[in-house]
T-cell receptor, first 116, second 114 residues
Framework: AQTVTQSQPEMSVQEAETVTLSCTYD???????LFWYKQPPSRQMILVIR??????QNATENRFSVNFQKAAKSFSLKISDSQLGDAAMYFCAHGGHMEYGNKLVFGAGTILRVKS | DVKVTQSSRYLVKRTGEKVFLECVQDMDHENMFWYRQDPGLGLRLIYFSYDVKMKEKGDIPEGYSVSREKKERFSLILESASTNQTSMYLC?????????????FGPGTRLTVL
């Protein structure tokens, strides 16, 4: 079974600075996707970024980028130029292949606080 | 705009009551999911459905059942609510069967069982 571990329950960053959130996972699959989701306070969870395991190039979405280390089963999220609106709970998730649907296994989450 | 809605934001029920949580999506998605979110545990999958009337157990199905009579609607049922089912419940939907597909989430229902 897949497992996802986020070892940082809380992180803080100064506005305009860079922060990295850690995630490790365990899987026996060779073909899978990894995701970072953001859950702002009292708002709906949204996708931040995703990475296909077969792609060596790290995914980027504007100020968000990942450091994907397949051999180490590590998938960290880097947020550059942090903004107040980045304050949220961030979840790392593993998406494996199923006959039907796309099941996600989530980590416990990291609360990110942004200081002005 | 993509939308997943849930019938209630907050719900308070008594032990032993039958509880229905409703989720509706307007994106014509095949897949729908029910998760519960607890501090320190993240999101855990209760049930999912890949088509009308089709369902699969997730990681923690005990004490829950689901119903999907129409493509856009997925209901979670607590047959006899217990205090350990006090939690945040999140519904999600996604397109097709690809593992790359983004899941779209509803706002959540915070259920308290007294």
């Amino acid at each position: 079974a897949q497992t996802v571990t986020q070892s940082q329950p809380e992180m803080s960053v100064q506005e305009a600075e860079t922060v990295t959130l850690s995630c490790t996972y365990d899987t026996s699959e060779s073909d899978y996707y990894l995701f970072w989701y953001k859950q702002p306070p009292s708002r709906q969870m949204i996708l931040v970024i995703r990475q296909e395991a077969y792609k060596q190039q790290n995914a980027t979405e504007n100020r968000f980028s990942v450091n994907f280390q397949k051999a180490a089963k590590s998938f960290s999220l880097k947020i550059s130029d942090s903004q107040l609106g980045d304050a949220a709970m961030y979840f790392c998730a593993h998406g494996g292949h199923m006959e039907y649907g796309n099941k996600l296994v989530f980590g416990a989450g990291t609360i990110l606080r942004v200081k002005s | 705009d993509v939308k997943v809605t849930q019938s209630s934001r907050y719900l308070v029920k008594r032990t032993g009551e039958k509880v229905f949580l409703e989720c509706v999506q307007d994106m014509d998605h095949e897949n729908m999911f029910w998760y519960r979110q607890d501090p320190g545990l993240g999101l855990r999958l209760i049930y999912f459905s890949y088509d009308v009337k089709m369902k699969e157990k997730g990681d923690i199905p005990e004490g829950y059942s689901v119903s999907r009579e129409k493509k856009e609607r997925f209901s979670l049922i607590l047959e006899s609510a217990s205090t350990n089912q006090t939690s945040m419940y999140l519904c999600a939907s996604s397109l097709g069967s690809g593992s790359y597909n983004e899941q779209f989430f509803g706002p959540g229902t915070r259920l308290t069982v007294l």
